[in-house]
């Protein structure tokens, strides 16, 4: 069973920064895929960045682009998620995913953790 904690949510400032964790209960390389999503409120859950853990690339969202970053600390089994002039809309909880394709496709979930901006 695979367990993943996100950490780091809290009441931003708009312009302000913050850095979310997520710690997975195996290393991450055992992943194809790690990922960051949100669901905003009264909106479908979106794909914020997605890492692949094999050549280490990552595609972001457009919302998000030049503002967020990824990063990874393969020691500690967790990703990170760097999150730098933040706004309003950026508001929502945070979810961290992880993805095995073998023996078959799944994906793992943590609970998710609140991010608000707000003056």
């Known amino acids: 069973q695979v367990q993943i904690v996100e950490s780091g949510g809290g009441l931003v400032q708009p312009g302000g920064s913050l850095r979310l964790s997520c710690s997975v209960s195996?290393?991450?390389?055992?992943?194809?895929?790690m990922s960051w999503y949100r669901q905003r409120p009264g909106k479908q859950r979106e794909l914020v960045a997605i890492t692949d853990t094999t050549g280490g690339s990552t595609t972001y969202g457009d919302s998000v682009k030049g503002r967020f970053a990824v990063s990874r600390d393969v020691d500690k089994n967790s990703i990170y998620l760097q999150m730098n002039n933040l706004n309003t809309k950026d508001t929502g909880v945070y979810y961290c995913k992880a993805t095995v394709e073998h023996p078959r496709r799944e994906d793992y979930w943590g609970q998710g953790t609140q991010v608000t901006v707000s003056s």
């Open positions: 195996r290393n991450i390389f055992s992943f194809y895929l």
